[in-house]
């Protein structure tokens, strides 16, 4: 077996070797729908991504991407877990497998994603960054039992985020408790009801931040939040900045009211 596994690495890397460009494999994922691939150096930035994660990422092309890091498309709470994470694959040197977030798109709303992430050596053997991909989670054999039950909620949050909402009101929608849903929503994706709620809320009122002259008011009561400093709170504490400096840092040229 052992002589079968060395034959089997030596054909291999006479191939790949052989090769004129290691990215030419790469191009696959251009043409492989709702895939997002990413590729980055040790310190995080971006080498290559492909047509689907420039769509999540919001610009036109990968040349808008490269050389920039998690830091340039994401407010900082959200970077830094990302951070966080390639630099638990680069320590450890072992993949990171089966990963379920959130991710912020460019329209404002947060989908599941699941996330895998390994770590890239070279030629003397020492770690030199990481390749990573995200897909749906509606798409994964991981959700293959019990998202199904829950994407009447998935929808309901998604359709009314803006109305008044507690988790009872999730749980009637789909006919379930309260302690159910809490117990089914927390074991799949990994937050609860009411956090993924305030998420989905962060997440329109970012795209109205960085799209509209919106007064801060007009965001909280359009994204249904209590009050404007219901929502400032919720905000710095979801991405990290309050809303007007989020603003400053995401829309500068354009003129804002308070």
């Known amino acids: 077996m052992a002589s079968l596994e060395t034959s089997c690495e030596q054909r291999q890397h006479a191939f790949f070797q052989d090769l004129e460009s290691p990215l030419m494999l790469l191009e696959l994922f251009e043409f492989l729908p709702n895939v997002y691939l990413y590729v980055k150096d040790r310190e995080g930035k971006f080498l290559r991504v492909n047509r689907f994660a420039c769509q999540i990422l919001g610009v036109a092309c990968e040349r808008e991407v490269v050389g920039k890091n998690d830091f340039d498309f994401f407010p900082p709470a959200i970077a830094s877990q990302y951070v966080e994470e390639d630099h638990r694959v680069l320590a450890s040197g ?10 912020p798109g ?15 050596r070279n030629l003397a053997g020492e770690i030199c960054g990481l390749a990573g991909i995200k897909r749906p989670y509606e798409h994964s054999v991981a959700a293959a039992t019990g998202y199904s039950r829950l994407l009447k909620v998935v929808e309901f949050v998604t359709e009314r985020f803006c109305e008044p909402m507690e988790v009872s009101d999730m749980a009637a929608h789909v006919g379930l408790s309260t302690s159910q849903l809490q117990r089914e929503f927390s074991r799949l994706f990994g937050i609860s009801p009411i956090r993924y709620l305030r998420e989905i809320r962060i997440g329109v009122a970012r795209r109205l931040l960085e799209t509209s002259d919106y007064s801060l ?40 009211r308070q």
């Not at 072992?94 to 991710?103: A, F």
């Not at 709303?109 to 992430?117: G, H, S, T």
């Not at 994204?223 to 400053?248: I, M, N, V, W």
Request: net charge positive.
């Open 106 to 120: 460019g329209d404002g709303f947060p989908r599941w994603y699941l996330c895998n992430k390994i770590p890239l």
């Open 217 to 256: 008011a007009k965001i909280a009561a359009d994204c249904g939040f209590y009050d404007q400093s219901h929502f400032s709170r919720q905000f710095k504490e979801s991405t990290g900045l309050a809303p007007l400096a989020y603003r400053k840092r995401y829309q500068p040229t354009r003129s804002t």
């Open 94 to 103: 072992s993949p990171l497998l089966d990963q379920v977030w959130l991710v």
